[in-house]
């Protein structure tokens, strides 16, 4: 899931690049007036359907018809509504393209409302191979159509045309890749929907945090405070989103499969946590590290009033490392309110800190009240641990305290390279220089202190630390044997 992510960003990343060599900025730019508008109609129709059929492991026929037919409906109303919304939203815009653009687009949610809903076994059963196949071939074909078409059209049509073009394809590929053929039923609708309301209500939460934090944003400060805010929650926050976010899709499958013993999920639990707090709180701790010298290489010198912002922010990311994963065990002990609860007790701390912060400090304000924010929901995540799983503060320490203190010393060690730098100046090259040093520095402190302490505890075989160990020698030693051995083969 880590791969198909990276993947996926490479694409996306890819496909950005030329498609701003074949359009205009205008173009992107109606289209993305027109996605928001798809997009807030969509979370008010998000169910976690497929959520609930992966949570019951036990689950018939009649719950994934239900699913299905749920899904369909939603499509239905989303695709209406929108459709709806589109005359609207042109003339309050004064664009009358926006009309058309948006009816076309009110095709997206109805396609994926006719997706085959058998295909959530490919995570339901750990087959991720599917899944990969699954996720990538219609992104890429999506891509491939969207650049095909801006080569001949030269507008914003290619993007419109291109992204129903990769809906469509996985809807095929839905029926092609599983044998489930769904049916109209709704015999398991209160059953899932009992489950499926509290998911619906953590997402319109979500998006309060999110947009209210932007509107505050814009009210107290400008339309370019609210750009580089955006851009440093993004990168500070890379860590959760290219480790930690994929990680946390297979868990949920995972932790549903031996929800019904209590001591093997909390075993799993702690070994889970231990693993992601040694992968990716250094990462980031890190990015706050370098930031001073990576934005205005990769970036540009324009925005360098990110750096500070990004300094801060990484508090959030970090403290996210240390929760983020605690939602799966939510969702597979069917306790999905509690994820509810967090993100209201979030939104409840965060929006009003917020509206200090940007009142009292700005930006800097805004980032303070992102950490403050993230330290309730750690709280809450801590407190739910112990009433689920009997996970005690002492139990959370003993499978990360090893990871910590190396971040620590990380942390030492990059910032006496800051005071005492190899090399003086400015510019590209100096900062080059001193983002392979600093990156190169706290590699080795962190890992090195890591395994370190590990050794000096006696290298305890049940530790986050060796786990990591034996998946990196696993994979070692796959690429090392034939092709046609068995282990290297589809048996491993």
Known sequence: MVGLHFVDRCIGFVSTIILARLLVPADFGLVAIAMALVAAVSVFGEF???LALIQNQKAQRSHYDTAWTLGLLRGLCAAAIIALLAEPLAAFFDDPRLETVVLVLALAPLLEGFYNIGTVAFRKNLTLDKEFIFQLVPRLAGVIGTI???LIWRDYWALIVGMLAGKAIRMAMSYVMHSFRPRLSLAAGREIMHFSKWILVTGLVTLVNRRGGTLLIAKFLDASSVGTFAIASQISNMAAAELIAPIKQVLFPGYARIAHDIALLRKAFLDAYGILVL?????AIGIGLTARYFVPLLLGPKWVQAVPVIEILVISGGLLSLASHVRPIYLALNRPKLGAYASIGHALVYL???YVGLSEYGLLGAAVAHAIGQVVVLMGSL?????????????FMRATWRALTACLLMIAAVLALRFNPPVQGEGAIVDAVLLACSVGTGVLVYVGTTLLLWWTCGRPQDSAEAHVI????E??????LPAGTPAAGKGA
């Open 383 to 395: 407190y739910f641990m112990r009433r689920l799983l009997s996970v005690t503060f002492g139990e």
């Open 470 to 473: 034996t998946i990196v020698r």
């Open 148 to 150: 095909t078409f801006a």
């Open 279 to 283: 992968v990716a709180l250094p990462v």
């Open 352 to 354: 009003p800190a917020l």
């Open 48 to 50: 976690g359907l497929e």
């Open 475 to 480: 994979a070692l030693r796959h690429r090392r």
